[in-house]
């Protein structure tokens, strides 16, 4: 990049621009001999990559605002070149410009010139920083993802201090149902659900690793009640989760399961298998009041886009428009990807988070949370409703979503 000597203001401006620009394409410094990072490390990492991403957007922004300003400048100057241009008297120092100072129109357009060739690597710049900054927010969802594949270990290691005295009680007790002969057996079989939980005795609500046919553990928040073990999928009550995800983030499962989460389809999906189930929904709106719904469901794979399979009533009290006589086959929606059954919008984009869309208008348990009510009609829209209780433009305060089989899964 070169800069005319002429404007001092636009060498400053260019050779900033130039250091910016050949940062990012200097090579990576040789790599330390590998260690094993903890994570709280990883997150702060994280963390300040996200601030540098914000630091050099806020940066750009400053820095086209200058370049703005000064093509402006310049063009007011050339207006008034233009002006004196047939003045008698040329301007004093005007003397080495030539005999009609045509040398100042050129250095002019010489400036606009590079200023444009600046704006214009300046708003590559951007568009890079803009680039890195999702980069690094995909990545911050990946280590949080891998936190929670982490957590899992946590009851396996129960001996070495950290282990929550909850669990410390829990999994004695489990290993204990079965008599001391099985006891070695037992501990490296784990509960397929809740309800087996549930049924080999456990009445304590809490947080239980389970293993599913077919997967590999994970961690679940179980509450027992006298219907049996019910396995917790979705939690909203304060915000401080960000419900606004892709497809792959409702996939996998985000959250913390003893605050605001949302399990994951895949984990769900491995839960309930091929059985006959009930999924729970209860809803709390800003008064006081509560509502509590079951239905029966069953949910697809990933072939079906996570499909959730629902009788003739709820199918309806979901937006359906047309019921077959076996129910509706709802498939899961996300903002890229969309699977809704409106052909003119994607409801998550104009909505917000993942559903089992139907219209866009009955339902949306993973809306933008509201600490209180926004008064525009179309911002309520994006908040958690269920139209067939409190209407679509009542933002509810939380939701909890349970899911329980009612038939057994064969033993593998």
């Not at 940062?23 to 990492?45: C, H, I, K, T, Y």
């Not at 957007?57 to 004196?84: D, I, N, P």
């Not at 005007?94 to 100042?104: C, F, K, N, Q, V």
Request: proline content about 6%.
């Amino acid at each position: 990049m070169r800069c005319s000597p002429t404007a001092s203001a636009a060498f400053m401006l260019c050779a900033a621009t130039a250091g910016l620009l050949s940062a990012q394409g200097r090579p990576a410094p040789s790599p330390e001999p590998q260690r094993f990072a903890s994570w709280d490390e990883v997150n702060v990492l994280a963390h300040g990559l996200l601030q540098l991403g914000h630091g050099l957007r806020e940066h750009v922004e400053r820095t086209r605002g200058q370049l703005g300003e000064l093509e402006r400048r310049l063009s007011a100057c050339g207006a008034a070149c233009k002006e004196s241009g047939g003045s008698a008297a040329p301007p004093r120092g005007s003397e080495g410009l030539g005999p009609r100072g045509d040398a100042a129109p050129e250095t002019l357009r010489t400036l606009q010139t590079q200023l444009k060739t600046q704006n214009s690597r300046i708003e590559q710049l951007f568009h890079k920083v803009a680039q890195q900054q999702r980069h690094l927010e995909k990545q911050q969802l990946k280590i949080q993802n891998l936190q929670s594949q982490v957590g899992l270990l946590a009851p396996m290691h129960l001996g070495h201090g950290m282990a929550k005295p909850a669990r410390k009680k829990r999994l004695p007790k489990m290993a204990q149902l079965v008599g001391p002969a099985h006891n070695i057996s037992r501990l490296h079989r784990l509960p397929r659900d809740c309800q087996e939980l549930f049924d080999e005795g456990e009445r304590q609500s809490g947080l239980f690793q389970i293993q599913p046919q077919g997967s590999p553990p994970f961690l679940v928040n179980c509450k027992m009640t006298s219907d049996g073990g019910w396995t917790v999928i979705q939690r909203r009550q304060d915000g401080s989760v960000d419900f606004n995800q892709p497809w792959e983030a409702y996939k996998a499962g985000f959250g913390d399961p003893q605050g605001e989460f949302w399990l994951g389809l895949e984990k769900v999906h491995h839960i309930l298998g091929d059985r006959s189930s009930r999924l729970a929904v209860q809803l709390q709106d800003w008064e006081g009041n509560a509502e509590s719904l079951q239905f029966p469901v069953h949910l697809g794979g990933e072939d079906t886009a996570y499909s959730l399979q629902l009788t003739a009533p709820v199918a309806n009290e979901l937006g359906a428009t047309t019921v077959a006589p076996s129910g509706l086959s709802l498939p899961f929606s996300t903002w890229d990807q969309d699977h809704d059954l409106r052909g003119d919008k994607n409801c998550a984009k104009s909505l917000s988070g993942g559903w089992w869309f139907g219209t866009c208008g009955h339902s949306n348990l993973n809306g933008q949370y509201f600490h209180s009510i926004p008064h525009q009609r179309q911002q309520r829209k994006k908040g958690i409703f269920w139209k067939a209780w409190r209407g679509r433009y009542y933002p509810l305060q939380a939701t909890t979503m349970l899911i329980q089989p009612t038939e057994t899964e064969a033993a593998s």
